[in-house]
């Protein structure tokens, strides 16, 4: 069965340095989506694609959080400078289209020191 | 804010069925519900959706009452491992833009042995 696969699956840094998360869709979804997820709390949309094209980015916190999705395949999320308050759970979700059934993955846990 | 209300938690029986409750009194006629569930530390995992019929799958059954103003979920045989937070989630069934999901805080079921 076709998973959604994000890579690191866990990362440590420390404050004010730079931090990247992975993600490959499903193969053929052409919608892709990043949430994140703070303990004891329900995922938060972040960003959503379609294909290469940012359609919703209302939450991502531009100062420092950017996300990529150039051939509109797989997807890079950053962030620089990280804080203390962005240890998280990072996942990343796909659907064959808009509307349709979301798949996530395993996610990728931050913990900034 | 999520559009739905379920309750923190619950304890089910292994071998029995678990019952999940789900309060969506302003669901409107174009929108789904889902249901996802996520096990510690795991991405979220689909369960199964509807919009006003009944639907079952090799997973769980989702009865959803006519008024469309609550469902349940049932899973007919619990496990040790269906022990997880259960979402309850409403969307839109169109397409055409921002779609992302928003969470609730989820039942947290467990299965007692």
């Known amino acids: 069965e076709a998973e959604v696969a994000q890579s690191p699956r866990y990362k440590i840094t420390e404050k004010s340095q730079a931090v990247a998360f992975w993600c490959d869709p499903i193969?053929?979804?052409?919608?892709l989506y990043w949430y994140r997820q703070i303990l004891g709390q329900g995922p938060e949309l972040l960003v959503q694609?379609?294909?290469?094209?940012?359609?919703?980015d209302s939450q991502l916190p531009k100062d420092r959080f950017s996300a990529e999705r150039l051939k509109g395949v797989d997807s890079t999320l950053k962030i620089q400078p990280a804080e203390l308050g962005d240890s998280a759970m990072y996942l990343c979700?796909?659907?064959?289209?808009?509307?349709?059934?979301?798949?996530f993955g395993p996610g990728t846990r931050l913990l900034v020191l | 804010d999520a559009k739905t209300t379920q309750p923190t938690s619950m304890d089910c029986a292994e071998g029995r069925a678990a019952n999940l409750p789900c309060n969506h009194s302003?669901?409107?006629?174009?929108?789904?519900v889902y249901w996802y569930r996520q096990i510690h530390s795991q991405g979220p995992q689909y369960i199964i959706h509807?919009?006003?019929n009944n639907e079952t799958n090799e997973m769980a059954s989702l009865i959803i009452t006519e008024d469309r103003k609550s469902s349940t979920l049932i899973l007919p045989h619990a496990t040790l491992r269906d022990t997880a937070v259960y979402y309850c989630?409403?969307?839109?069934?169109?397409?055409?833009?921002?779609?992302?999901?928003?969470f609730g805080k989820g039942t947290h079921l467990i299965i007692q042995p």
């Open positions: 979700a796909s659907s064959m289209r808009l509307a349709e059934t979301q798949y």
């Open positions: 193969s053929g979804h052409a919608t």
């Open positions: 694609f379609q294909d290469e094209s940012v359609v919703d």
């Open positions: 302003t669901i409107s006629g174009n929108e789904y």
């Open positions: 509807g919009l006003k």
């Open positions: 989630i409403v969307r839109l069934a169109g397409g055409g833009g921002a779609d992302g999901l928003t």
